[in-house]
């Protein structure tokens, strides 16, 4: 379906990219740390929305 490069290029930029946005949320959270009272409920709740989008299609599919 891919080729080899097609798939370390989408494994480098994943995480160089994940990386960046860390490193931006720790930097501005920071700065104000008043604004992101309560995200990691937000990234808990999208982490579990995720797996359970994954194992629906599992047990669907």
């Given amino acids: 379906m891919f080729t080899s490069g097609q ?19 720790y930097k501005d959270r920071e700065k104000s740390p ?15 929305m995720m797996v359970g989008y994954v194992l629906l299609s599992k047990v669907v599919g």
């Fill in 7 to 25: 798939k370390i290029f989408a494994l480098t930029f994943i995480i160089v990219f994940v990386v960046v946005i860390s490193y931006q949320f």
């Fill in 34 to 48: 008043k604004l992101f009272k309560g995200t990691y409920w937000v990234l808990l709740a999208t982490i579990a």
